[in-house]
């Protein structure tokens, strides 16, 4: 069955430090998708970055940078220079070509401090 | 407008209640799903659908029910609401992809429910 781990239950940071969000994965797909959202004070979600297990490149979106490992089944999420609109829940989750159902971490409070 | 909209944003209700949450979409995606989010658990998924003569149940729909009555609208019931049934509620939709490439779930705003 799959599985996703968000170890840190919450991070606190000033601003202007870089900050690392860890996501480890467990899954028996050769083929899946990885995904990071972002849930801000007012509640919404909102969709960061998708991955599919083919593409292990870094990605670089900005502030906004992730790395994805397969030999360690991680997809960490890292906030280069933080702000305090960076201040959120950050949930990563696992898709398997199984199925369409996306499976959920138990997600990291990130708070930035001014 | 938001693409996925959610009805009503907050409510407040009595155990035993029958309770209705719904959910309306405009990105024209095939795919909707309902999950549940509780402090320290993540998302849960309740139930989702492919199209509208599909309705799935997903890892948690014991004492939820669906209703899919149009591409568009995809409601949430609670026959007989409990208090471990206050959460926040989320509505998703994803497009029917030809290759899962395109089967990214976009978010509605949520529902938030307090069953006293």
């Known amino acids: 069955a799959q599985k996703v781990t968000q170890a840190q239950t919450e991070i606190s940071v000033v601003e202007k430090e870089d900050v690392t969000l860890d996501c480890v994965y467990e899954t028996r797909d050769t083929t899946y998708y990885l995904f990071w959202y972002k849930q801000p004070p007012s509640g919404e979600l909102v969709f960061l970055i998708r991955r599919n297990s083919f593409d292990e490149q870094n990605e670089i979106s900005g502030r906004y940078s992730w790395n994805f490992q397969k030999s360690t089944s991680s997809f960490n999420f890292t906030i280069t220079a933080s702000q305090v609109v960076d201040s959120a829940v950050y949930f990563c989750?696992?898709?398997?070509?199984?199925?369409?159902?996306?499976?959920f971490g138990e997600g990291t409070q990130l708070t930035v401090n001014p | 407008d938001a693409d996925v909209t959610q009805t009503p944003r907050n409510r407040i209700t009595k155990t035993g209640k029958r309770i209705m949450l719904e959910c309306s979409q405009t990105k024209g995606h095939d795919r909707m799903y309902w999950y549940r989010q509780d402090p320290g658990l993540g998302l849960r998924l309740i139930y989702y659908?492919?199209?509208?003569?599909?309705?799935n149940k997903g890892e948690i729909s014991d004492g939820y029910s669906v209703s899919r009555q149009a591409q568009a609208k995809f409601s949430l019931s609670l026959e007989s609401a409990i208090p471990n049934q206050t959460a926040l509620y989320f509505c998703a939709t994803s497009d029917f992809p030809a290759d899962m490439e395109e089967d990214t779930q976009y978010f509605g705003p949520g529902t938030r429910l307090t069953v006293l």
């Open positions: 659908s492919f199209d509208v003569k599909d309705i």
């Open positions: 989750a696992l898709q398997e070509t199984s199925g369409s159902r996306l499976t």
